[in-house]
């Protein structure tokens, strides 16, 4: 089956410092892959994406590479804010009758000052 | 462009009532997925509606059913609510046209059973 396994949280991080969120798949064809954030209360935003091996994904200052040979899609920001803080969602999709979201179980990450 | 909105934002139900939740997808969407997001957990996938029929299903009961409207906004209906149904039920819209395209969400609305 399709599956998606993400880096167990909750992580803390002091502000500025290097941020690496693990992420491994699972699936049954060649799926796109996706990061969302979710901050309090709030529904999910859209970080970034990849649709093919060796895609770059990024966006504000966050970045993630589809890397077919590992099945991984790790996040990374080279120099992390307060406002960074938040619950971030590592997903893939496939079409399969329908095109559904599969998510892992989210990490969620705080920033220190 | 306006974005995916849902109703309400916070329901409180009790065990046995049923319900209705409502979304309006992003303009320019056809395709509209529900996903039930339990505390401390990521968004399960409930079902998907594409051009008012459903077209996929995940392994939630039949009580979960849906509708999706010509103007492509869409219900998600829940009978005989159970205490497990407590979460944060999740629209997202996208354009399905052959290959994966990126899914939008809502705000969700959080649902208490009492």
């Known amino acids: 089956g399709n599956s998606v396994t993400q880096m167990e949280g909750p992580v803390t991080l002091s502000e500025e410092a290097f941020l690496t969120i693990n992420c491994t798949y699972t699936a049954t064809g060649y799926p796109s892959l996706f990061w969302y954030v979710q901050y309090p209360g709030e529904g999910l935003q859209l970080l970034l994406k990849a649709t093919k091996a060796d895609d770059k994904g990024s966006n504000k200052g966050f970045e993630a590479t589809y890397r077919k040979e590992t099945t991984s899609f790790h996040l990374e920001k080279g120099s992390v804010q307060v406002s960074d803080s938040a619950v971030y969602f590592c997903a893939l999709s496939l079409i399969q009758g329908a095109q559904k979201l599969v998510f892992g179980q989210g990490t969620r990450l705080t920033i220190n000052p | 462009e306006t974005g995916v909105t849902q109703s309400p934002t916070h329901l409180i139900k009790t065990r046995g009532q049923q319900v209705t939740l409502r979304c309006s997808s992003q303009?320019?969407?056809?395709?509209v997925s529900w996903y039930q997001q339990a505390l401390g957990q990521g968004p399960q996938f409930i079902f998907q509606y594409y051009r008012e029929e459903e077209n996929g299903r995940g392994n939630f009961p039949p009580r979960f059913s849906g509708l999706q409207f010509p103007n492509y906004s869409s219900e998600l209906n829940v009978n005989a609510l159970e205490l497990d149904d407590s979460a944060l039920y999740l629209c997202?819209?996208?354009?399905?046209?052959?290959?994966?395209?990126?899914?939008?969400f809502g705000p969700g609305t959080r649902l208490t059973v009492l």
């Open positions: 303009s320019g969407h056809n395709t």
């Open positions: 997202a819209s996208s354009f399905l046209a052959g290959e994966v395209d990126t899914q939008y």
